[in-house]
Antibody
Framework: QVQLQQSGPGVVKPSQTLSLTCAIS??????????WNWIRQSPSRGLEWLAR?????????EYAVSVQGRITINADTSKNQISLQVNSVTPEDTAVYYC??????????WGQGTMVSVSS | DIVMTQSPDSLAVSLGERVTINCKSS????????????LVWYQQKPGQPPRLLFY???NRESGVPDRFSGSGSGTDFTLTISSLQAEDVAVYYC?????????FGPGTKVDIK
């Protein structure tokens, strides 16, 4: 059974960097029929797709324009996990962050969610 | 970006009654590579991540009760619950997966009358 276990801080200070990790079990991060995504959810913005990465003989990375330049998604094959880094956070980055596996276009497995507050 | 809209914003119906949720995309989500509509439906309960209900608009995910059905094509899609059960109280979201950035509808809250 595929499981995604998220870890990361619950509070980040403005202008600092948010780092989240999503450990994957039951499936290889390098699997060539899936993609690995980060999504966030807040009352003001709803569900917002942020980024994805996938392996098709090489690694590909795609980002939402709204956060491009500030975020980085990475895959670590040695640990079978993905990560998300958000630079220069502001209170607008306060949200619940989810990782998710994408298969046949749909996010079929999700992490448990990490509530991140940007506050001094 | 493809904009997803849903209607209604919320609804309350009696147990056993039919529920219909509409989702509209600002452009067609018919994927040329496989001639399928890249439209997904999720159910989300408080404190939980979204749960996949349907992929490619009409394909029910394993474990989803058959009182749920998905229909539609092009830009107009519908999620139907044929007979509302207490455990169906949740917020329902549609999402297009045809092009990046993947975008979600604002959600439809379903409650018991």
């Amino acid at each position: 059974q595929v499981q995604l276990q998220q870890s990361g801080p619950g509070v980040v200070k403005p202008s600092q960097t948010l780092s989240l990790t999503c450990a994957i079990s039951g499936y290889s991060v390098s699997g060539n029929s899936v993609a690995w995504n980060w999504i966030r959810q807040s009352p003001s913005r709803g569900l917002e797709w942020l980024a994805r990465t996938y392996y098709r003989s090489q690694w590909y990375y795609e980002y939402a324009v709204s956060v491009q330049g500030r975020i980085t998604i990475n895959a670590d094959t040695s640990k079978n996990q993905i990560s998300l880094q958000v630079n220069s956070v502001t209170p607008e980055d306060t949200a619940v962050y989810y990782c998710g596996r994408q298969f046949r276009g749909a996010l079929d497995f999700w992490g448990q969610g990490t509530m991140v507050s940007v506050s001094s | 970006d493809i904009v997803m809209t849903q209607s209604p914003d919320s609804l309350a119906v009696s147990l056993g009654e039919r529920v219909t949720i509409n989702c509209k995309s600002s452009q067609s989500v018919l994927t040329s590579s496989n001639n399928r509509n890249c439209l997904v439906w999720y159910q989300q309960k408080p404190g939980q991540p979204p749960r996949l209900l349907f992929y490619w608009a009409t394909n029910r995910e394993s474990g989803v009760p058959d009182r749920f059905s998905g229909s539609g094509s092009g830009t107009d899609f519908t999620l139907t619950i044929s007979s509302l059960q207490a455990e169906d109280v949740a917020v329902y979201y549609c999402q297009q997966c045809d092009s990046v950035p993947f975008t979600f509808g604002p959600g439809t809250k379903v409650d018991i009358k």
